[in-house]
């Protein structure tokens, strides 16, 4: 059985991505998981690899604000879509929402060894910025397939649930 030869006459086609408000030029192939290049490309590590299957939930970004698993998602399929990272997610539609949750996690203790955690606080905000008062029903459906190896399932609901209760008292903008 013959091998499929080297892909050498293969050219990176430049695109641009709109990642964290602001315009960016990345030239990779387009079947390049969108993880690879916030990663590799353009620096910003705070998306994790985890399974590279969309299954644990580390690699959550807010595409046009939802929260989407990037290490499936070819960077191809995003031209015109807002991509929103840990590193942006606090100036983004979500700010306030990401504010809030970060600001539960810390009082409430919830991170234990953390690598899960930028993929929690994406979907956490996400869930809260469409659902101001959302139920252990709502959260769980919302957290799904957010993997946390150290099982802080409980301290997560909690965060959540003390963070939709800040976000509710705050002042309409």
Partial sequence: MASEPMRDDVTPTPMVLQVNGRAVTVAVEGDTPLLFVLRDTLGLTGSKYGCGIAA????????DGRPERSCVRPVSTLAGTSITTIE???DGASGAAVAAVQAAWVAL??????????????????????????TDADIDRAMEGNVCRCGAYPRIRAGIHQAAAALRGMPKA
């Fill in 56 to 63: 644990c939930g580390a690699c959550t970004v807010h595409l």
């Fill in 88 to 90: 942006g997610a606090a």
């Fill in 109 to 134: 203790d919830v991170p234990q060894c953390g690598y899960c955690q930028s993929g929690q606080v994406m979907a956490a905000s996400a869930l809260l910025t469409t659902t101001p008062a959302p």
